[in-house]
């Protein structure tokens, strides 16, 4: 079934890029040009922009990552494979991203490039994690076995989403309190319409370069598969008297 609709998305990849493209471009003008300064951070507010939906994006790409990793072990999807792969790889760049960006807004709001807060401390954990999965699908050679490595390693990972996600409420953390909750939007219109269109084409492009990636990796597969079949009926025909 997930393979099924992992092909029909496929086909509409072409739209994910496009409508990707067009609300960066909107939320990055909207943002940067036409929405004030903030009234406590003034110009700074504007890096908020590319950090909180960066950040929005890891924690998704991650998701993708941790359920499409319980599919595989479940259901040894090939394809499925492929995609865990191409996500944690795209998922590993957003966090890196998410991280340096949130390090330049740290230092002029709060002084210091780092410090041991509880979520700067569990997204950093995300990425080890992320740097483990990617290490393990290299070292190992046989890629079933790397894969199904691969895979547990994600879904015991995914312990560290709900402490990124509520990390704001069960610690005291510079970070400020979550702006949508049950007690409503905590942020001004000005600032949630380029956040929101800026999130959307960061969730695009994810899923767009998603599509790309698992693509190739899936061609990249099929392609060995092919050449390991033709060097083994080579390697019989010539041992063949």
Known sequence: MINRIIRQIQRY?????????????????????ASPPDYYQGELVRIMYVHVPLAHTSTLAYSVLFFGSIWYLWKRDPLVDNMCQASASICALFTSLALVTGSIWAKPTWNTWWTWDPRLVSFTVLLLILGGYIMLRRLVDDRVQGGRYAAILAIVGGIDLPIIKFSVEWWRTLHQPMSFSTRGVSISE?????????????????????????QILYLTDL???????????????????
């Open 223 to 241: 392609l060995l598969a092919k050449k390991g079949r033709f060097l083994s009926q080579t390697h019989f025909s010539q041992t063949t008297p």
């Open 13 to 33: 990849k072409g739209w994910f890029g496009g409508g990707a493209a067009l609300c960066i471009f909107l939320g990055l003008y909207i943002g940067l040009l």
């Open 190 to 214: 000005d600032i949630l319409v380029p956040l929101t269109l800026m999130s959307i084409g960061c969730w695009l492009l994810f899923a767009y370069m998603v599509m790309v990636r698992t």
